[in-house]
């Protein structure tokens, strides 16, 4: 029953009909699945955290937070400056 929503997700796609173009993410959908990565890589390590009892972990995943921000805003800024030229 938890996947009731998937099938208005992820729908099957005729790939007769598009281009290689069309098929490429472009930079903004690799930035977005960046950030989308290292969100599930800071779920996972607060998750192994609290499963073992230990903050050690949790210094990681703040690390890996404040990275994934800078990364997410620096290409913003790349992307801002592009667009201007």
């Known amino acids: 029953m938890g996947c009731?929503?998937?099938g208005d997700r992820y729908r099957p796609?005729?790939?007769d009909h598009i281009s290689a173009a069309?098929?490429?993410?472009s930079i903004e959908d690799?930035?977005?699945a960046l950030d989308l990565l290292s969100a599930n890589?800071?779920?996972f390590i607060a998750v192994y955290s609290i499963q073992k009892n230990t903050t050690t972990f949790l210094?990681?995943?703040?690390i890996l937070a404040l990275l994934a921000f800078l990364s997410t805003v620096a290409f913003?800024?790349?992307l801002g400056r592009r667009e201007k030229q």
């Open 4 to 6: 009731a929503g998937i």
């Open 22 to 25: 069309d098929s490429r993410a």
């Open 41 to 43: 890589a800071i779920a």
């Open 59 to 62: 210094d990681a995943g703040i």
């Open 76 to 78: 913003a800024f790349y």
């Open 30 to 32: 690799r930035i977005v």
């Open 13 to 15: 796609v005729d790939t």
